[in-house]
């Protein structure tokens, strides 16, 4: 009887090791996921500026972020944004009604400590209230890039992180430079790099405000942004 009854014995004890060892593994991974949650947090720049140049306004991701630890210029087509937390800016002027092209080259300066993703906004409405809402279409130094719509606080994946030829890698130094380009018409939005198409947008040609989107702890130069009816 007690032969017999020996393997059951062993039997639930591995069972119970088993689990033991399953929760302990579940545990690591999941301290592992938040260390590296919080191992890059934002990092001031050199020179952060409360202020933002005439006739234009940003947006931080999270409302508890410092604006104070990013610095962002403006004069003209050109635009330096060094981050900090991520961010979104625009000026109102560049607001867009019927079919109208937007577009913009994105130089990343430096390498970050891991990718991360700048790019254009567009179809803005109501950007400082709970209700904001816009699209974009963002790149980054691993040569992916990914479009979203923002309602609220909610987003919504357009186009998953994807690989393609047309955007320009990041170098041995962090540099990359991609010329992004939306198309927009009541029938959606065609998105370009570097004169490439990458994905057509069924009911994403949205009218409204154009402007940029830079992610956290980033050094970006934007050159020749400009918006033009079609």
Avoid: C
Avoid at 37 to 48: L, N
Avoid at 68 to 80: D, H, I, K, N
Wanted: avoid cysteine; glycine fraction near 10%; aromatic fraction near 6%.
């Amino acid at each position: 009887m007690i032969t017999a009854r020996m393997p059951s014995t062993v039997s639930r004890r591995s069972n119970a090791g088993t689990r033991v060892a399953s929760l302990a593994l579940a545990l690591a991974v999941a301290a592992g996921t938040l260390g590296a949650q919080g191992a890059d947090p934002d990092k001031p720049a050199a020179q952060g500026d409360k202020t933002m140049p005439a006739g234009w306004e940003m947006r931080l991701d999270r409302a508890t972020a410092d604006k104070s630890t990013l610095s962002f210029s403006a004069s003209g087509p050109t635009m330096r944004v060094t981050s900090g937390p991520a961010a979104i800016y625009w000026n109102a002027k560049n607001a867009a009604s019927g079919p109208f092209s937007a577009e913009a080259s994105f130089t990343q300066l430096r390498k970050p400590s891991h990718a991360e993703a700048f790019g254009l906004i567009w179809g803005g409405k109501e950007l400082l209230a709970d209700r904001q809402e816009y699209y974009y279409l963002i790149v980054r130094g691993d040569g992916k890039y990914m479009v979203k719509h923002r309602a609220g606080a909610e987003t919504h994946e357009l186009v998953p992180w994807t690989e393609h030829a047309a955007i320009i890698k990041e170098d041995a130094a962090g540099v990359s430079k991609n010329a992004l380009k939306v198309e927009s018409s009541p029938a959606g939005a065609k998105l370009y790099a570097n004169g490439q198409l990458l994905k057509e947008l069924p009911g994403a040609g949205a009218n409204g405000i154009v402007g940029v989107r830079v992610n956290h702890n980033l050094d970006v130069e934007i050159t020749g942004f400009r918006v033009t009816p079609r």
